[in-house]
């Protein structure tokens, strides 16, 4: 498979859950983003990764936590979410940190906080 | 910090008529400049993007932009619109140097037959 792969592509949780994103990339890309998209707001970045490590934290709240094993997988731990965080999440990779650098973008995760 | 701003959240075009949306940005350095497209359940792609050279950019399925540095603007065409064109469509700039790409807030494409 090819491209950028996330699951589940719907998510419906109570406030009290605890659940997982996962973004994956068979690109052989080395940077991966975690980016919120919302109704009526542009696209927020909120987490990057380089090589595995964490490079950038756009001043995400701890309620989301995210994880990256390794430079094809990223995780986005989700737990004691508020309803304001139901969004469309989307992963993305490239294959570096740089400005001109193309994101590819996967279908998104839609998150429902109930 | 950069900015982007796209006039119109909303636009509606017949088929065959032309697309023109617009995107004007500001940046304290010469920007990298991006067009993404994002059709229903999907997530974005990349229509265009200008790094340097050629200020007049082609791009997938006939749109094309030109980055007007004057201007601070990189507005998106198509001479001709077609029903497939409608979807959601993203400006973006970013720095040379960064891994921030701001985005726009979007403007989203009807095409009426």
């Known amino acids: 498979e090819t491209g950028v792969t996330q699951t589940p592509r719907h998510l419906v949780m109570g406030m009290t859950n605890k659940k997982s994103l996962k973004c994956e990339q068979h690109l052989g890309h080395n940077a991966m983003y975690w980016y919120k998209q919302s109704a009526k707001k542009p696209l927020e970045l909120m987490f990057v990764y380089n090589f595995k490590e964490q490079t950038e934290n756009n001043s995400v709240p701890s309620r989301f936590s995210p994880e990256c094993p390794n430079s094809s997988h990223l995780f986005l731990h989700l737990h004691t979410l508020q309803p304001e965080d139901s969004a469309l999440y989307l992963c993305?990779?490239?294959?570096?940190?740089?400005?001109?650098?193309?994101?590819?973008f996967g279908a998104g995760s839609r998150l429902t906080v109930l | 910090a950069q900015s982007v701003t796209q006039l119109g959240s909303h636009v509606s075009v017949s088929e065959g008529a032309l697309v023109l949306l617009r995107c004007n940005y500001s940046s304290s350095v010469p920007p990298y400049l991006f067009w993404y497209v994002q059709y229903p359940n999907q997530g974005l792609q990349l229509l265009l993007k200008?790094?340097?050279?050629?200020?007049l950019v082609k791009g997938i399925n006939g749109f094309e932009a030109e980055f007007k540095k004057s201007e601070t603007s990189f507005h998106l065409t198509k001479p001709s619109a077609h029903m497939s064109d409608a979807a959601e469509y993203f400006c973006a700039v970013s720095e040379a140097s960064g891994n921030k790409l701001t985005f726009g807030g979007g403007t989203r494409v009807l095409v009426k037959p």
């Open positions: 993305a990779s490239s294959p570096e940190i740089s400005g001109a650098n193309v994101l590819t």
């Open positions: 200008y790094t340097t050279g050629a200020t």
